[in-house]
């Protein structure tokens, strides 16, 4: 059996599908990117015949026939459509599918059914809160009860959260049992899958753009960016030191650091000279602030001091 979507869209302007054109066939499992809420449902839909697209065509072994498509197509897991209700226990989502199997669908034919499965540990979880590899296999398993099942759409299983190749192994286990494996998912699941050359993950819908993390461009642009920004900050560093640097004397001498008002008169002893102040006297006047008379009788003060140079000490 082949089943083939030939250029399907859904919504006005394709906002519910975009244009899409894939295939998938017994014996082989493929996956096909959809994203957004609702897409992924949508393509689902569609590729089982449960929809009919807009735009576009699908063909089962070359024909137009959707009550084909729908008695030999299971649509499994497709959100709002046909996932169980998260907080209904495993073994009532089983007893309520063996039901529409038409065999026995009792709650004891639901755990014999489950340890035959080798999950009757489960019977009583509520299937929200089962493993994603384990809910895959049990709702696959179940599909496949129904007459006439000869293919499974599995959708957005990389919802559920695991690792892509859990739920990957079962659908490729499902293929090499003969049915037609057809799985909707996420970019993100997509990506990991082409990652995990061992798992032979084949797009239906055509290759996926390859993730580039790094590109030799960017790094130049980054390293160009980083230069310029360092000598950016060298400039303004400079531009900040020259500025707060103080000038210097008139004599062309380095300026002394400033110090408080408060003690500007009590820099130069009077009768001292000002050109033999010491360069502590800021500190001894610190210590003794009530000198502020010639201790030395004997001494004038120097009535007329170079004011150029007593402004330059200050």
Same mark, same amino acid.
């Given at each position: $059996?082949?089943?083939?979507?030939?250029?399907?869209?859904?919504?006005?302007?394709?906002?519910?599908?975009?244009?899409?054109?894939?295939?998938?066939?017994?014996?082989?499992?493929?996956?096909?990117?959809?994203?957004?809420?609702?897409?992924?449902?949508?393509?689902? %839909?569609?590729?089982?015949?449960? $929809?009919?697209?807009?735009?576009?065509?699908?063909?089962?072994?070359?024909?137009?026939?959707?009550?084909?498509?729908?008695?030999?197509?299971?649509?499994?897991?497709?959100?709002?459509?046909?996932?169980?209700?998260?907080?209904?226990?495993?073994?009532?989502?089983?007893?309520?599918?063996?039901?529409?199997?038409?065999?026995?669908?009792?709650?004891?034919?639901?755990?014999?059914?489950?340890?035959?499965?080798?999950?009757?540990? %489960?019977?009583?979880?509520?299937?929200?809160?089962?493993?994603? +590899?384990?809910?895959?296999?049990?709702?696959?398993?179940?599909?496949?009860?129904?007459?006439?099942?000869?293919?499974?759409?599995?959708?957005? !299983?990389?919802?559920?959260?695991?690792?892509?190749?859990?739920?990957?192994?079962? +659908?490729?286990?499902?293929?090499?049992?003969?049915? /037609? $494996?057809?799985?909707?998912?996420?970019?993100?699941?997509?990506?990991?899958?082409?990652? $995990?050359?061992?798992?032979?993950?084949?797009?239906?819908?055509?290759?996926?753009?390859?993730?580039?993390?790094?590109?030799?461009?960017?790094? /130049?642009?980054?390293?160009?960016?980083?230069?310029?920004?360092?000598?950016?900050?060298?400039?303004?560093?400079?531009?900040?030191?020259?500025?707060?640097?103080?000038?210097?004397?008139?004599?062309?001498?380095?300026?002394?650091?400033?110090?408080?008002?408060?003690?500007?008169?009590?820099?130069?002893?009077?009768?001292?000279?000002?050109?033999?102040?010491?360069?502590?006297?800021?500190?001894?006047?610190?210590?003794?602030?009530?000198?502020?008379?010639?201790?030395?009788?004997?001494?004038?003060?120097?009535?007329? !001091?170079?004011?150029?140079?007593?402004?330059?000490?200050?």
């Amino acid at each position: $059996m082949r089943v083939t979507l030939h250029e399907v869209s859904k919504g006005r302007g394709g906002q519910s599908l975009p244009t899409t054109s894939l295939e998938f066939h017994s014996g082989a499992v493929r996956f096909a990117l959809a994203e957004t809420e609702q897409r992924p449902t949508v393509l689902g %839909l569609i590729a089982s015949g449960r $929809m009919r697209p807009d735009t576009g065509r699908v063909t089962i072994d070359g024909d137009s026939n959707n009550k084909a498509l729908r008695r030999t197509i299971a649509l499994v897991d497709a959100p709002d459509v046909s996932d169980p209700h998260p907080d209904i226990t495993l073994a009532g989502v089983v007893g309520e599918e063996l039901m529409f199997a038409g065999v026995g669908a009792t709650p004891l034919h639901a755990r014999r059914w489950l340890n035959q499965l080798g999950f009757g540990e %489960l019977a009583g979880v509520p299937i929200g809160n089962v493993d994603p +590899a384990a809910r895959v296999r049990i709702l696959c398993e179940l599909a496949i009860l129904r007459e006439g099942t000869e293919g499974i759409v599995l959708v957005s !299983p990389d919802r559920h959260g695991g690792s892509p190749d859990g739920w990957w192994r079962i +659908a490729s286990e499902f293929a090499d049992r003969g049915y /037609a $494996m057809l799985v909707v998912i996420g970019g993100s699941a997509a990506v990991a899958l082409e990652r $995990m050359h061992e798992l032979e993950a084949i797009n239906a819908s055509g290759p996926i753009q390859p993730l580039v993390l790094d590109r030799p461009g960017d790094e /130049a642009s980054a390293s160009e960016s980083a230069s310029a920004s360092a000598s950016a900050s060298a400039s303004a560093s400079d531009e900040h030191s020259t500025t707060d640097a103080e000038p210097d004397s008139p004599d062309g001498l380095p300026a002394v650091p400033p110090f408080d008002d408060e003690y500007a008169e009590e820099d130069s002893p009077a009768g001292a000279d000002p050109g033999s102040v010491s360069e502590n006297a800021d500190a001894e006047h610190r210590e003794r602030p009530d000198a502020d008379t010639n201790t030395d009788p004997d001494t004038d003060p120097d009535p007329d !001091p170079d004011t150029e140079e007593n402004g330059g000490e200050r």
